[in-house]
């Protein structure tokens, strides 16, 4: 954390869009107290709403609301904080922001600039940040259970305890170079030291395998619906998505691309992709089209199989992925001319079968909400460092011709990496991306 600490002082907007019941803006800074005194009258005490008219530095009076403060280290930003709790009208909030410009020493707060600053401070560490700007993203409830989850400091605990580890491995081997040159030598570290440290690279590296759980409940469970063109694969999404989203014409080949619909089934996100049908292509454009839903298909959770029971039209499922075979326009087939080896029988017309698909869909991707109570790596960036840990370790194992002070070294550099996880060492040239994807006034 060596970025100089920041010393002016950042105002912005913290609730939603305008107009609204009330409108919350946020101070963070050195100069809070003195703009809180001049635009409230007297600093409320600590932490505590007062009603107040809310004026600006020339004196004129700009609202009437609550004023907070929230005195330094105490505070979610670790400095002078203050929150004007406003009527949410577009020029009481106007008015109020411009006020707040004109104070010397205060500017905007850039985007997620608050929690920055919370963690240049030591108030949170990175993944308590990335959850923060995941808690606020999150639209499901499995999202927002797993980013509420991740806010808790629960990785810090997790990779601490390796970092001990790796600290006290390396004590012991540290101890054995001292006494190596004395003729008292006790037993080689080789017996304890190199078991645990295999012992924790295989914990690791499970570890980051379960980073697929994470992405599933931040990203969606991701299903990919295939089949020969006309077997009703746009109107399918479109009735689940109850919306039009897809084009749904009788000319084939026109789904040529992927499109998409994100679903809330019982609090999971899951991601219906429409693909391009899969037949003989006929242009160039539709061939990549193919290729893409193959391809996809071949990386989904689950890949839904359409065919058309009024003109079957058999298409292999790519790569052996989980697929749910589903006959579609059943209002075209009597009951008894179906063939029988479906999983679900539907049409998007009449709405049969449906209820039964989501079952299933929500059957498929409701496991994973159960993963929610682990600490799992949550970033792609927390997977690259903990692979590269795991790495390390893996490199000090197999270097048993080396020196022990090389492979304690490996086993230092395993520690930074989880330290860089946390945001500890190394991480000034992330922060502009990581903080940049918040919204301003968080
Ligand atoms: P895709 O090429 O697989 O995306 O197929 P579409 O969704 O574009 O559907 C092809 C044609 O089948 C369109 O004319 C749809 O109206 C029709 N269709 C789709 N689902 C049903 C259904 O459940 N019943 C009937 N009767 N027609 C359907």
Redesign the pocket.
């Known amino acids: 954390m060596t970025d100089q600490m920041p010393r002016d002082t950042i105002f912005a907007l913290s609730s939603g869009a305008l107009p609204s019941g009330i409108a919350v803006v946020r101070l963070s800074g050195p100069a809070t107290r003195t703009v809180i005194r001049k635009m409230a009258g007297t600093l409320p005490p600590p932490r505590q709403a007062q009603l107040r008219d809310i004026k600006s530095g020339e004196g004129n009076q700009l609202d009437r609301g609550l004023v907070l403060f929230f005195p330094g280290p105490a505070s979610f930003t670790g400095e002078d904080c203050g929150e004007l709790h406003l009527h949410g009208g577009r020029a009481v909030v106007t008015a109020v922001l411009e006020a707040l410009g004109a104070f010397p020493g205060l500017r905007m707060a850039e985007a997620g600039e608050f929690t920055r600053r919370a963690f240049l401070n030591g108030k949170i560490d990175l993944p308590g940040a990335e959850a923060l700007s995941d808690l606020i993203a999150a639209e499901t409830e499995a999202q927002r259970r797993f980013a509420l989850a991740n806010t808790t400091e629960a990785h810090r605990k997790l990779y601490d305890k390796w970092r001990q580890q790796l600290i006290r491995a390396r004590a012991l081997i540290e101890a054995e170079l001292d006494f190596a040159d004395e003729s008292d030598v006790p037993g080689s570290v080789a017996d304890t030291v190199w078991p645990e440290v295999a012992a924790l690279r295989d914990v690791i590296t499970a570890h980051a395998a379960t980073y697929r759980d994470a992405e599933i409940i931040r990203d969606g469970f991701q299903v990919v619906?295939i089949?020969?063109?006309?077997?009703?694969?746009?109107?399918?999404?479109?009735a689940l998505a109850r919306r039009e989203v897809?084009?749904?014409?009788?000319e084939?080949?026109?789904?040529r691309d992927v499109l998409e619909v994100a679903l809330d089934i019982g609090g999971m996100k899951v991601v219906l992709a429409?693909t391009a049908?899969i037949r003989e292509a006929e242009g160039r454009v539709e061939a990549i089209g193919i290729e893409r839903s193959l391809e996809r298909a071949r990386k989904a959770d689950l890949v839904l199989l359409?065919e058309?029971m009024?003109a079957p039209h058999p298409v292999e499922i790519p790569g052996g992925a989980q697929a749910i075979r589903i006959g579609?326009?059943?209002?075209?087939v009597p009951p008894g001319s179906r063939p029988q080896d479906y999983d679900c029988v539907?049409?998007?017309?009449?709405g049969e079968g449906l209820d039964r698909l989501l079952g299933l869909l929500r059957e498929a991707s409701e496991g994973f909400s159960s993963c929610i109570g682990n600490v799992l790596p949550f970033r792609a960036r927390h997977v690259a460092l903990l692979n590269e840990a795991a790495a390390e370790l893996g490199f000090a194992l197999e270097r048993e011709n080396d020196g022990l002070e090389l492979r304690a070294e490996n086993l230092r550099r395993a520690g930074q990496a989880l330290a860089q996880i946390l945001g500890e060492i190394d991480v000034e040239h992330l922060l502009d991306e990581i903080f940049s994807t918040f919204c301003v006034g968080k």
């Open positions: 619906i089949g020969a063109p006309n077997a009703g694969k746009s109107t399918l999404l479109n897809a084009i749904v014409t009788d084939p080949g026109t789904t429409d049908g359409l058309d009024a579609t326009k059943s209002d075209l539907i049409s998007a017309h009449t």
